[in-house]
């Protein structure tokens, strides 16, 4: 158990629609990050936040947005689903330390099916 | 574009063999280089990481040999158990950024 928990753990909906997926970072750990996989394209990043600011942004769509909360926690939201942001999502947190390696906690994802 | 292009993208090994991943990079700014490892409906774990001050370093069964000239690293799992069986990730990090750079992965299936 890496301590990060997201919800929910699975998700089915339909084309056209907008969800949110929620992570809860480790404790004391002041970032969080965003990734999404798929067969095809593997891990990619999305979107870092750092302490409730948004930090660094990957391959993440206009259609997608993401915050930080107060608490630390984060929330993904995907709308105007298509078929093809089908996939697991990953939440990932650290304490951001850069000097002396920095290691990311990754959730168990929440698997998206968009029918 | 992909900064770090991983191989093979599955592999399998008899138990007791070694198995063996490849990753290259491109960026000169990394300086992080972590291995992944992932288990069907978990998340990726940390499973070993280098910075590029050293050519190796070894964890048990788990090395990282790295190639700084050649922009290149490896996994290489030692006496391969049916229990490694799993998908690999190489990662790079670096350039003053936190975030991680994948690999494809790599499906390893180690046959008992």
């Known amino acids: 158990d890496s301590g990060v928990t997201q919800t929910p753990k699975h998700l089915i909906t339909a084309t056209g629609q907008r969800v949110t997926l929620r992570c809860s970072p480790r404790?004391?750990?002041?970032?969080v990050y965003w990734y999404q996989q798929s067969l095809d394209q593997g891990l990619q990043f999305l979107i870092q936040y750092y302490n409730g600011e948004e930090r660094a942004k990957g391959n993440i769509l206009e259609r997608f947005s993401a915050q930080q909360f107060p608490d630390l926690h984060s929330e993904l939201n995907l709308s105007s689903l298509e078929l093809g942001d089908s996939a697991l999502y990953f939440c990932?947190?650290?304490?951001?330390?850069?000097?002396?390696?920095?290691?990311?906690?990754f959730g168990p994802g929440t698997r998206l099916t968009v029918l | 574009q992909q900064q770090v292009k991983q191989s093979p993208q599955s592999l399998i090994v008899q138990k007791g063999g070694i198995s063996i991943i490849n990753c290259a990079y491109e960026n000169t700014a990394f300086d992080y280089f972590p291995w992944y490892q992932q288990f069907p409906g978990k998340g990726p774990a940390l499973l070993i990481a280098i910075r590029p001050d050293v050519s190796e370093k070894k964890e048990g069964r788990f090395t990282i040999s790295f190639n700084k000239s050649a922009k290149q690293f490896s996994l290489h799992i030692m006496d391969s158990q049916p229990g490694d069986s799993a998908t690999y990730f190489c990662a790079a990090r670096g350039g003053g950024y936190s975030t991680l750079t994948f690999g494809k992965g790599t499906m390893l299936l180690v046959s008992p």
């Open positions: 404790s004391g750990d002041l970032s």
């Open positions: 990932a947190s650290s304490v951001d330390a850069l000097t002396g390696g920095d290691t990311q906690y």
